[in-house]
């Protein structure tokens, strides 16, 4: 079995489906947990799925997914508009980064406009609920199996 996705989840998101449902939508966190796990299973993948208020702990996790995972799903929330610790974590990864919204940012106020998580990543879904993480997972999967068969057909070092 290859090692699984971890899909990272920042502040005020154990919030999801209690508070501004007209945002982010009705499933629980516990519900996008059960997405993903679903979608991954799909594809023969497991998943590790986290979710923290407090930055120190996101970077350690960003930081253990470099030998831990294949690939790398995260909802940095607000810290992706703020954190440039959590960019640099993110920069010391070489396995696929996707990074993912709930909502479209470029659709919300100015400030979320910026993000210090995109430069980092691979590539960026947003803007369909639940279903983010849905596509978030599929792309990893992608991702994740092309780095595979790459590192497979690379000839041995001393070849
Ligand atoms: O759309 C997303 O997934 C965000 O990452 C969510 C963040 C926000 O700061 C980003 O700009 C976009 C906010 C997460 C807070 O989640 C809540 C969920 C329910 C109720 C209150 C907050």
């Known amino acids: 079995m290859?090692?699984?996705?971890?899909v990272l989840?920042?502040?005020n998101l154990n919030l999801l489906g209690v508070r501004e449902p007209h945002i982010y939508g009705h499933d629980s966190l516990d519900d996008v947990r059960a997405l993903c796990a679903a979608r991954a299973k799909r594809h023969?993948?497991?998943i590790e799925f986290r979710q923290t208020n407090h930055e120190g702990e996101l970077i350690d996790w960003v930081q253990a997914a470099r030998l831990e995972a294949c690939a790398l799903v995260i909802n940095p929330a607000g810290y992706g508009h703020t954190s440039?610790?959590?960019?640099?974590?993110l920069k010391s990864l070489d396995i696929p980064v996707v990074e993912c919204h709930l909502?479209?940012?470029?659709?919300?106020?100015?400030?979320?406009r910026a993000s210090y998580v995109s430069p980092a990543a691979t590539g960026v879904v947003c803007g369909f609920g639940s279903t983010s993480?849905?596509?978030?997972?599929e792309a990893a999967c992608a991702l994740a199996a092309?780095?595979?068969?790459?590192a497979t057909a690379r000839p041995p070092k001393d070849a």
Request: hydrophobic share 40%; no cysteine.
């Open 9 to 11: 989840n920042g502040p």
């Open 103 to 112: 909502s479209n940012p470029a659709a919300r106020e100015g400030f979320r």
């Open 133 to 137: 993480y849905e596509l978030a997972i």
């Open 146 to 150: 092309r780095t595979a068969k790459s």
């Open 84 to 89: 440039v610790a959590l960019l640099d974590a």
């Open 44 to 46: 023969g993948m497991e």
């Open 2 to 6: 290859s090692k699984p996705i971890w």
